[in-house]
């Protein structure tokens, strides 16, 4: 779950949906008193935050939170001077996008972030899937799934954000670090052969294709 915290209406909406359909889901907040209280009271997985709030800032905000909580933060501010973005820092913010952004950075900026706080945990899980980051070895129940190393990374970042839809290019410069090609074939073969090692060890779906859009975790 994201919490967006912005009081410009249509910059709050336009994050909302794009977040929205690139499979995360939100909610927000239009001041920092609502915003304090939501980031304070409910479980999020990251925080979208403006710094120029009504009634409470998001430097308060950050401050307040960072007694309590670790959840990460993302600020979104036209205060692009690098003594700001120095303290911001210092306050507990994770990273600092200026405005105006492009909406792509702030998704990959996202999930950057996001990836940075799953890293920290040395199991990922899902149904029965297992994946033990140390060894790098993936179980479903008590059978090993055999996979090549472009698989497991797949499989890996897939597990860090179980609920979220990756497109073919999101999936491939994510996990090789190289550009898209539009023609490429190359996800729909790894999915392919993932798929069918999976259904050798379980009748369990764990991939979904979502038409127009890419992959993600079965439910």
């Not at 597990?159 to 999101?170: E, G």
């Not at 999915?191 to 127009?212: A, E, F, W």
């Amino acid at each position: 779950m994201i919490l967006v915290i912005e009081d410009d209406l249509t910059i709050n909406a336009l994050l909302c949906d794009i977040l929205d359909k690139s499979g995360y889901k939100t909610e927000n907040a239009t001041d920092g008193i609502t915003g304090l209280h939501m980031a304070m009271n409910g479980v999020y997985d990251l925080i979208l935050m403006d710094l120029m709030l009504p009634m409470k800032s998001g430097e308060e905000i950050l401050r307040n939170l960072r007694s309590v909580k670790n959840t990460p933060v993302i600020i979104l501010s036209a205060k692009s001077d690098v003594h700001n973005r120095i303290e911001l820092l210092r306050l507990g913010a994770d990273d600092f996008i200026c405005k105006p952004f492009d909406i792509d950075e702030v998704i990959l900026r996202m999930e950057a972030v996001l990836r940075r706080v799953e890293d920290k945990k040395d199991v990922l899980s899902y149904k029965e899937m297992r994946i033990d980051r140390d060894s790098k070895r993936i179980h479903i129940g008590e059978n090993e799934l055999v996979c090549t190393a472009m698989e497991y990374a797949i499989l890996e970042l897939m597990l860090s954000n179980p609920k979220k839809i990756f497109s073919k290019r999101n999936l491939f410069e994510s996990v090789t670090g190289e550009d898209y090609m539009s023609e490429e074939n190359t996800m729909n073969v790894h999915m392919s052969n993932l798929r069918k090692k999976i259904s050798k060890l379980t009748d369990v779906p764990y991939i979904d294709t979502v038409y127009g859009m890419g992959y993600r975790m079965a439910n």
